[in-house]
């Protein structure tokens, strides 16, 4: 059962709705340019994603960790990136009317709510040190940056699939129809490499605090865990697509694969920092062997210790 039952149900209804936008887009995307309506329901349901996740994500350090620091386990970094994203793809969306982007961003949220939900049931463990500060501003951009990553992906899904539709020739009519459902390829690569700089400077401030935070345990133990290796490729890859300003080879589709490639090895990185963190297993109805709560509400006034 869930370590907390608002937090699931916060996270069910955050990835309801970016099902919910992703679907919305795809029957506009669908129509003819004329009988297309506003967004105004993708833009009510972003907007209600990031309260929730904003709002779930304070309610759990107040109420269910009792603590400042607002990221305890990978349920709160997950629940911040969901708020990150859906707040950033918001504004591109209202502000800068970027056509298509929650087309493509829709996915990638509902992905990452129904991760998100599914921690919130199974990831028990804990973060250790989180009362530090390095630590706690190690987990902030180090989750702060794989939202910007995501997004970076999301754009360079979008790049590659609006340039393949301009080559196009089988049937204009229908190609037509297409793109003016989504913004040019130069806005969106604008776009792509902003959120590339962003997720640039992000990273190297998580790699830079990951290693001041070594200094203290075993540096090597650090350099060599899969999770920092993981992490240096896409700080790597990252690197190279904001090198793409004064290396046009770089620029356009290599950009976008490598923004793809970096979201792939990212989810790898989380995936291991999770197996590696630890889960909670389960036996029957009950959770045993964990590293998280000591004991499990089972409601009715009924508790069972796990430890």
């Known amino acids: 059962m869930p370590d907390d039952m608002i937090t699931t149900i916060g996270l069910l209804i955050i990835t309801a709705n970016s099902l919910f936008v992703t679907a919305a887009n795809l029957r506009q995307f669908n129509r003819p340019h004329t009988e297309r309506e506003p967004g105004s329901v993708g833009r009510n349901l972003f907007i209600l ?16 960790h009792y603590s400042w620091a607002p990221l305890q386990s990978h349920v709160d970094g997950l629940l ?44 028990f ?18 989750y702060s940056a794989a939202a910007a990553v995501g997004l970076t992906a999301a754009l360079g899904g979008m790049f590659l699939y609006v340039q393949r539709q301009l080559r196009r020739r089988d049937d204009p009519a229908k190609r ?9 390829l130069e806005s969106i ?19 830079a605090l990951g290693l001041v935070e070594s200094t203290s ?37 290599r950009s976008a694969w490598m923004g793809l490639t970096g979201f792939v090895m990212l989810l790898i990185v989380l995936a291991m920092a999770i197996t590696l963190t630890g889960c909670a297993r389960t036996s ?22 796990t430890k």
């Open 125 to 142: 463990a804990r973060f250790d040190d989180v009362g530090s500060v390095p630590k706690v501003l190690h987990l902030l951009t180090a």
């Open 284 to 305: 029957g109805n009950i959770h045993v062997g964990s590293d998280g709560p000591a004991a499990v509400n089972m409601g009715g006034g009924v508790t069972i210790e």
């Open 49 to 64: 994603s990031t309260l929730i996740a904003a709002g779930v994500l304070v309610y759990r350090s107040i109420v269910v």
């Open 217 to 253: 345990d075993d540096a090597t133990a650090f350099l060599i865990d899969p999770k920092v290796i993981g992490g240096v490729v896409v700080w790597v890859l990252f690197g190279l697509i904001n090198h793409a300003r004064f290396a046009p080879q770089l620029r356009g589709t």
């Open 80 to 123: 911040l990136l969901l708020t990150v994203l859906n707040a950033i793809v918001l504004y591109l969306v209202v502000m800068h009317r970027l056509r298509g982007v929650g087309l493509f961003a829709g996915p990638l949220l509902t992905v990452m709510g129904l991760w998100g939900f599914c921690a919130s049931w199974w990831t």
């Open 189 to 207: 690569e604008a776009w792509l490499m902003r959120a590339a700089l962003v997720a640039f400077v992000l990273l190297t401030v998580t790699v």
């Open 176 to 184: 037509v129809r297409v793109l003016e459902g989504l913004s040019t």
